[in-house]
């Protein structure tokens, strides 16, 4: 069953669609405060149908997903205690505490590497708003940490071109697959590390 080929093959005509920019931005500001699914599945299927506008693309992904994490952290700032049912409904409580050991730790680079990597970038976003961080240091962090992670994207998307598309689909369910694996595996190891501590 080819799953993920006809996943990627629907992401790529959404991604052509003419009003694609707009669910973007949209889907980078919610993804930064309460969305689960990150941009990179919108922003990579764009960048392979239009490599051209993938600096632009990388760009609108970046600012929205910045004044998204804005929300998530008013969020934390002002409304902890409402939403707390919800993070822990959505099981990412304990990510969110793990998140303010961290920012008690690293501050700025916390943010950072939440926004580079495949970290929900959300639980920090709320947390440095809980731990009322200094506002502009957030949003350098945020800008830095964000604009890293989709401008590789892009960048990668751009240099590889219409190249890289055709070796992207062709290796896609293998890519699919471990993924999945892959994340079972983490989400399992941290379970599990969680329980035995």
Sequence with gaps: MKLFIRLYDLTLRWARHPRAEGYLVVLSFSES??????????????????????????????VASVIGGLLGYFIGLFALDMIEPVLVRMNYWEGYLRARVWFLEWG??????AGFSPIPYKIFTIAAGALNMFLPVFILASFIGRGGRFFLVAALIYWGGVSMEKKLRK?????G?????????????IRFRGESI
């Design 171 to 175: 290796h896609v369910e293998w890519i």
């Design 108 to 113: 700025f680079l916390a943010v950072f590497l």
């Design 177 to 189: 697959w471990g993924s999945l694996i892959l994340i079972g595996i983490i989400f399992y190891a």
């Design 33 to 62: 405060s309460f969305f689960p699914i990150p941009p990179d599945v919108m922003l990579m299927p764009m960048a392979l149908a239009n490599p051209k506008r993938s600096w632009r693309y990388a760009i609108l992904t970046t």
